[in-house]
């Protein structure tokens, strides 16, 4: 089953993610790595335009090709300067190599078969500088499929910038045996009378692994643990409470932290 149709999203999705709370990390992390940073999944720019902003030199990647068109517009409207490449980050093949790839906002989920889980982190190891780093950011099951009962829930309501309304609501249902969620994303855009002018709904397709099934695949494709915090102010991962897994990983073995 695929994941999001982000194509049919493009023009919405900046009205309904402004998530900033993760672009202090990001960057402290890009500026760290003193090297090419690539942003894999970089969708509309959400991270990429304050790093490149920063002056960090950066390459991004997404295989929606609307989302990066978006992307181009803004890189356009800021005078800003980055490589944008469409593609799947299964059968990537850039002739560089980085001192930070990154996949922010948890979209390595995105990837529900096994297969294209292992080949992405093969792909992205052999796109590694000697001594980078790989942040992979992931949902915590434990605390992600709170929110996962099968009824359909508000996500918001958010303005657009014609003026109109983006109502926005979903449907997730969890699959033990698979690890994946699936559903369906509602989009509603009314005028300010409250008449609804355009509606459409979008599968979703995601796959919550567990820390240790994670770690399993990156072992196997040759990464090690640096770090493992749980969320974007470097506290440690906490199991059971902590939302997000963000795992810091390397060629060589370092003593987590």
Known sequence: MPAMDY?????????????EFDIPFFLREAQKARGPV??????????????????????????????????????????????????????????????????????????TDLDQQRRALQVIRTHLAPQGRFICTLH????RLKCVTGQRR?????????????????????????????????????????????????DLHFRLPFHHEFQSLADAAGFVPVHLYGDYSYAPFDPEKSPVMIWVLGETRTEMA
């Open 7 to 19: 194509d049919r999203v493009a023009h919405l999705y900046d009205a309904y993610v402004q998530t």
């Open 38 to 111: 690539l942003e894999l999944t970089a969708g509309t720019g959400r991270v990429s335009i304050p790093l490149l902003r920063a002056g960090i030199d950066l390459t991004c990647v997404d295989s929606s090709a609307d989302m990066l068109d978006v992307l181009r517009g803004k890189l356009r409207t800021e005078e800003l300067t980055a490589e944008v490449v469409c593609a799947d980050v299964c059968h990537l093949s850039l002739d560089k190599h980085f001192a930070l790839i990154c996949i922010p906002f948890h979209s390595f989920a995105e990837l």
């Open 140 to 143: 915590n099951p434990s605390v």
């Open 154 to 202: 508000k996500l918001g309501d958010f303005p657009l910038p014609d003026g109109n309304m983006l109502a926005l609501s979903s449907v997730e249902n969890y699959d033990a045996i698979s690890g994946c969620v699936s559903g369906t994303q509602f989009y509603e855009v009314r005028n300010c009378d409250g008449m609804v002018l355009a509606n459409m709904a979008v």
